[in-house]
């Protein structure tokens, strides 16, 4: 799994929450998060997204060990890396718009660009 950041939470926790934030993501190509989360997101993303350029058995089996949904993995191998077949990496942007009301968190939208 990209990066190192532990998020404060153990480690299948952290797992599922990155694997339903990352579908939840493809399916509808926007985020809005946490900043940090959205890092941790993107380069979970942008894999997958690298993986599904190549569509064969193997990468969607890959796909569908981390996504949740199979809808969302079809999704993925179809419309969404399609659009990137030139792009060598950068599917993605991660835009701050400041503090959340609650507890001051870096917020950021996540979105493919």
Known sequence: MPGTRKL???????TAM????VTFFIENGKIETT???AKEVQAL???F??????DNLNNRRMALAFITKEAVVNKLFTEVAPK???RNGGYTRVTKIGP????AAEMAIMELV
């Open 49 to 54: 997204i690298t993986i599904a350029k190549v």
């Open 45 to 47: 993303a942008e894999k």
């Open 100 to 103: 959340r009301r609650g507890d």
């Open 18 to 21: 990155l694997r339903g934030l």
């Open 84 to 86: 990137y077949v030139d």
């Open 8 to 14: 404060g939470r153990d480690t299948a926790h952290r």
């Open 35 to 37: 900043y940090t989360r």
